[in-house]
């Protein structure tokens, strides 16, 4: 096979306009005019519209390339396009080869005859995406995202693109991934498909190769070579009489791949080879995971069972739902997602959703999910809209499911397809029947019920399909039970409800549940001006897409804490009510591990700044809902279940041995003196989780002044380290009265990292630590600390944005609390 890349330097015009501007492939239209100023960042202030506007407008990109003798002369030349957004006509050397309407599909034709020795030029004109849903939305309304462009749902491009509740309108276009030209003589290999047989100590690995000869003559051979994690090899060949080959490998002793917390992640390399002649003329490699993994449904007591099993053993998963990374497809990259998967990772997660408004992401998420033990729930691309099932619409889908189940089904991370997001659920409860008819309806129960579950068994019957999200029993039959399926609960949030009726709540899975936050003041800076940096400015209102989003973050502000005294401390405030929040809720489902299975939290990420349901923000900082998840969703978590005065704590074990530690608890007044204390022995199986103390504190608590002056404090230790903690007010935090803790902050440097040594005169609740101007990662972040306690957090010097002397990091260092953003 012959590679001829045509990533890289290409040229860029409206093709209403003369001018050409510089552009890079992979990226796209807006990046191009960002970096040739021709358009202003679309994100500052109200600049969104103005983006818009120039989604109406068709481009063309153009570039030349040399074909040498050797490519013309192979038996097929493919060009091979592996994103193009989205309305695309291709022409080589002024013939048109190409008319694509799928950002979501690899397009391949063949080009051979088109092509001259020497210099060649290819173009791509671009036509505008947002004049064409409109314009056919026109002709035929489909319902979608109130917060969106009308029309999306008739056209396959990411739905996110053309604006959500949580971000802009601005559908940006281009040459979005790879495109190449291929040259092969003889033949080409065509897929690699494989399943796994485990039984007690071993593996059978049977690969499945489908090639395609060029020529009809050829005896094509293919060899398969297996590297195990330690080096080992394994090789077979075989000669291709047909299109399909089978190969099976024997691994003894197999490395199993277990999710993040479970276990290591051992990576196999599967190297498939074509030869003709003994000449490699292709070749495919995949690294893969050795692992059963299953979606378990079970009639149980308590209706039935939805649960990941990993090589036997049930996983409660922990994460959150993952969207677009920007708006700007140009400025996504590897290092940028790497980094997201990265904070996932150090937060302990051990499962991501792929929410179905996006795209599909490219290999090296995958790649990355596999390394980090992190299980992925692939949404297919449909979300919150009606779709026109009719029949080029159904081919269309047909190829892109194919191309997507293909290249992901091999991934040890790869747990379940979902069949879209909220589809199911609109049809039965949004009134959609009433609105857009009984044909829709039925459209709706062809397509995910019945052709696309089919179609995805028939690419990779190894992994669960599942329905639509939430889906209870399917057939639009009360999609969003407790007792069965998976659940998206929105009543906290959009029902206002406060955040303690999460413990009323005994989902089998939790797919999504969340509340809104602002980013910190270094990203709001990004995209305001001074005066802009009030939370009902029409600029701060403006980088709010949940209608009434500020107001709510208002309310629940209000539920449980002081008004914050400055902009600041309002940003800072409305992550912690975010953090409590995801806190209660997953705290109590893990509780309750084995009736619910699954805490998936909407959302991990921002597709731009502004505020959201987002834990990471559009720069990847962290806000407070990331740095609580590194503790409720720690593999062994202690947890306090309040009611009035009494207690209860609890243990969750989620790994795979038996735990074995030290439980202490005291009750503190607001200087942190001791009231009472108490400590247990705590032994807990494996996957399990059970009550440990039940405190009954109603002496000790017997007046509002000591309700509003005393908490506790609990700790799970094992060979003397701390593994879990926390702690429990008995009253809402703004009726507690703090002290000024007086906090003092030492910094001592080591070779590759900073430490920070904290102390208080008083409880010192929801400590912030943060550097003036430049980010980092801190070991921890947002905690309550004691005054009895000296809190050590490490900062490594790799985790900093700007490289720091201990003096610089020492004066950038900033210390607060929850008591600095009321005095």
């Known amino acids: 096979m012959q590679l001829l890349t045509l990533n890289g330097n290409w040229r860029l015009k409206r093709t209403d306009e003369h001018e050409w501007i510089d552009a890079v492939v992979p ?12 358009m202003e960042e679309p994100y500052y202030r109200d600049n969104e519209m103005d983006a818009l506007a120039l989604t ?83 002709e035929f309304h489909l319902s979608s995202c109130a917060d969106a462009v009308p029309g999306i749902s008739h056209l396959r491009k990411a739905h996110s693109m053309f604006g959500w509740d949580w971000g802009p309108k601005i559908p940006d276009a281009g040459i979005w991934r790879d495109i190449s030209i291929l040259g092969y003589d003889q033949g080409r290999i065509d897929d690699v498909n494989l399943t796994q047989h485990h039984e007690a100590g071993a593996v059978r690995l049977d690969v499945r190769i489908e090639t395609e000869r060029l020529l009809p003559d050829t005896e094509l051979t293919v060899r398969a070579v297996l590297e195990a994690p330690d080096g080992t090899l394994l090789e077979h060949e075989a000669i291709s009489g047909t299109a399909s080959i089978s190969l099976s490998f024997e691994i003894t002793n197999p490395q199993l791949w277990w999710p993040r917390n479970y276990g290591e992640q051992p990576l196999y390399t599967l190297r498939v080879i074509l030869l003709s002649d003994k000449v490699e003329i292709d070749g495919r490699t995949l690294r893969i995971g050795l692992r059963t993994l299953v979606v378990r449904q079970e009639k149980d007591e308590w209706g039935e069972s939805f649960e990941f099993v990993v090589n036997g053993r049930n996983v409660f998963a922990m994460g959150a739902n993952y969207i677009p990374e920007d708006n700007v497809f140009g400025r996504l990259s590897p ?89 199911e659920y609109a049809w039965a409860n949004w009134g959609w029947t009433e609105r857009y008819g009984e044909k829709l309806r039925d459209a709706y129960l062809l397509q995910f019920e019945q052709f696309l579950p089919e179609l995805n068994t028939e690419i990779d019957p190894n992994t669960f399909y599942w329905r639509s999200s939430p889906s209870s029993y399917g057939g639009i039959d009360d999609p969003n039970l407790e007792n069965v399926g998976d659940m998206h609960y929105w009543d906290v949030w959009h029902g206002r409800k406060p955040v303690n009726e999460f413990r009323t709540l005994f989902p089998r899975f939790m797919s999504e549940f969340g509340l809104q936050s602002f980013p910190s ?5 990004s995209f305001t001006l001074p005066e802009d940096r009030n939370i009902f400015s029409y600029v701060m209102e403006a980088h709010q897409k949940n209608g009434t989003g500020n107001e709510k973050i208002l309310y629940y502000i209000s539920e449980y804490f002081k008004y914050p005294k400055d902009f600041e401390s309002l940003l800072y405030v409305s992550q912690l009510i975010q953090a409590e929040g995801m806190r209660v809720g997953v705290e109590h489902w893990r509780r309750n591990r084995g009736r619910c299975m699954g805490a998936i939290y909407w959302q991990l990420n921002d597709i731009w700044p502004g505020a959201s349901w987002s834990s990471l923000d559009y720069f990847g900082r962290w806000k407070a809902t990331q740095h609580a998840a590194k503790r409720f969703f720690a593999p062994v ?79 799970l230790t094992t060979d003397g380290r701390e593994v879990s903690g926390g702690t429990a007010l008995f009253v809402k935090s703004k009726h507690f009265n703090y002290l000024d803790p007086r906090i003092t902050a030492e910094v001592t440097e080591e070779e590759d990292q900073y430490v920070i040594s904290l102390s208080a005169d008083a409880l010192a609740k929801f400590v912030l630590l943060d550097l003036r101007d430049a980010d980092a990662s801190w070991s921890d972040n947002i905690f309550d600390l004691s005054a009895s306690i000296t809190k050590r957090v490490v900062v490594p010097k790799s985790s900093l944005s700007t490289s720091l002397s201990l003096s610089q990091f020492q004066k950038q260092l900033c210390v607060s609390s929850l008591f600095d953003t009321y005095v």
Request: glycine share 6%.
């Open 27 to 38: 990226g796209s239209v807006f990046n191009d005019l960002l970096l040739a100023g021709k």
């Open 56 to 138: 109406k407008f068709d481009y063309e990109y153009q570039r030349s390339f040399e074909a040498d003798p050797k490519l013309l002369e192979r038996d097929t030349v493919l060009l091979r396009c592996e994103g193009l957004d989205t309305l695309c006509e291709v022409l080589i050397n002024g013939v048109l080869v190409l008319n694509t309407d799928n950002m979501h599909r690899t397009y391949e034709t063949n080009v051979k005859n088109l092509l001259r020795n020497g210099l060649n030029e290819i173009r791509v004109v671009i036509r505008s995406a947002t004049r064409f849903v409109i314009e056919k939305d026109k």
């Open 335 to 423: 290092e940028r997602t790497e980094r997201l998967l990265q904070s996932c990772a150090e937060a302990n997660f051990n499962c991501i959703r792929v929410w179905g408004g996006g795209y599909y992401p490219n290999n090296q998420f995958y790649d990355a999910c596999d390394r980090l033990g992190l299980i992925v729930w692939q949404d297919h691309l449909y979300a919150c809209g009606a779709y026109d099932f009719n029949d080029a619409f159904r081919e269309n889908i047909r190829q892109e499911t194919i191309d997507n189940v293909k290249r992901i089904r091999h991934h040890a991370s790869l747990g379940i397809w979902s069949g879209n997001n909220e589809l």
């Open 521 to 525: 003041l270094k990203t709001v800076e």
């Open 637 to 715: 978590l202690v947890s306090a279940c309040e009611e009035g005065t009494d207690v209860s704590l609890h243990v969750t074990n989620d790994t795979l041995e038996r735990f074995e530690g030290l439980l202490s608890w005291r009750l503190l007044d607001r200087r942190s003196e001791v009231i009472r204390t108490g400590e247990t022995p705590v032994i807990t199986d494996a996957l399990s989780c059970r009550e440990v103390v039940a405190l009954e504190l109603g002496t000790e608590l017997d007046t509002p002044d000591k309700l509003r002056q005393r908490y506790l404090e609990f700790t």
